[in-house]
């Protein structure tokens, strides 16, 4: 199975799958379009039925019931986008039978995997880490995902042995930019509940995640000559600076953990006549995500009110919701894949997202749906990547889940 995997993981990776967060178009990429149809023919080839990619560029196929006893419809699904932090590489690095040193990436630049930097390196002393080559991401976030569960099926295929209810697997783009799943079509796809199979290190079951928005505050200043600017000029970039610095320092991602809560200020452009910051804001706590808003609101209103004019304005838009509210209802899913990881000899780390998945929004949909390790660690970076053995763990838990 480890070979099957890295046969499979390694194809996936030689299309490059980027998502663009400044596209129209949808997907954002046409890349994403050939790695789907690329799919479409090997879930053929294995043996699925009903296989299509729509107009959306989503993948989905069936697995039909092989048993006669009533069980659930079971959905699987991962996104085979890859972030636009960094571009995505062309084949994994392999490092076999890893002895617990540090990992040298790339030469040139001297950049290191180290393991005073990433202490976890040393739970997968001799086995085998895929890694990048320095200079790009790997694409384990998804693409390890999507390895894990064709593999997991073929395997079902070729041992009906092993009886189970109807199976669906979903495969998606965009995920990375936040669109993954805004036209999927959950009636359609006919799941009782589902999993994705996109979170990190092995162990990891999620059914929590932030609630998100983001936040775009403009600020308007007076640019006149420096040498004549007394008592006139107004620059907004100082305006910029001073509304940051009213934000708890404390609530920045660098200072927070668990289940804390954090601005972000994700990008800034100024002159002096005009000037913006954009921000992210995210909470877990439904209460005190809402004050985290109404903070940023009542900044924009006391700015005003010091400087005049309304010299300072506010955009603030909700990207998603903590899920947490539409999996407790059906937790019995939770529990289950917490005992298909224990009858795989995985230790479950139930543990809160702290970032947004395709889950978050499907369960909103309509399709309640935790998320499931895929054995990734350091995603969107150069420093990302994969033991191997955690893959075939991973299938080993899709197993169990659907065994009837």
Known sequence: ?????????????????????NSTTYPSTNAQLLIGDFLVEE??????????????????????????????????????????D?????????????????????????????VQDFPELKDYIGQTILTTNGKTLL????????????????????????????????????????QGVIHFDVQKFGCDFGYTMDGGGIGELEYENFNAA????????????????KNKMVNAQLLAMEFNGLLPEFQRPQYTQDYEGFFL?????????????????????????????????????????????????????????????????????????????????????????RGGTDGANLSFKGLPCPNIFAGGHNFHGKYEFVPLESMVKAVEVILNIVKA
């Open 1 to 21: 199975m480890k070979e099957k995997l890295l046969e499979r993981f390694s194809k996936y990776l030689s299309f490059a799958t980027t998502s663009d967060p």
């Open 139 to 178: 694409g384990a976030d998804d693409k390890a995902g999507i390895a894990e569960i064709v593999t997991a099926i073929e395997y079902l295929i070729a041992h009906p042995e092993i009886k189970h209810g109807a199976i669906k697997v979903a495969f998606t783009p965009d995920e990375e930019i936040g």
């Open 265 to 353: 200020l994700t990008k800034m452009e100024g002159t002096v006549e005009n000037a913006s910051l954009q921000y992210i804001i995210r909470d877990h706590d439904r209460k005190l995500f809402e004050e985290k808003k109404q903070l940023m609101n009542s900044l924009v209103e006391f700015m005003n009110k010091k400087h005049g004019l309304d010299r300072v304005s506010i955009e603030i838009k909700d990207q998603y919701a903590n899920m947490r509210e539409k999996v407790e209802p059906v937790y019995h899913i939770v529990e289950r894949a917490e005992k298909a990881m224990i009858d795989a000899g995985v230790t479950p780390l139930v543990k809160p997202i």
């Open 86 to 114: 960094m571009p995505g590489i062309a084949a994994p690095r392999i490092v076999e039978n890893y002895n617990g040193q540090d990992i040298i990436l790339d030469t040139e630049t001297n950049t290191i995997l180290s």
């Open 214 to 229: 983001g936040a775009v505050v403009q600020f308007q200043g007076r640019n006149v000559h420096p040498g004549y600017a």
């Open 43 to 84: 879930l053929k080839g294995i043996g699925l039925v009903n296989v299509e990619k729509d107009q959306y560029g989503y993948v989905t196929a069936l697995l039909p019931a092989n048993t006669p006893e009533t069980l659930p419809t079971i959905g699987f699904i991962a996104h085979f986008d890859t972030a636009p």
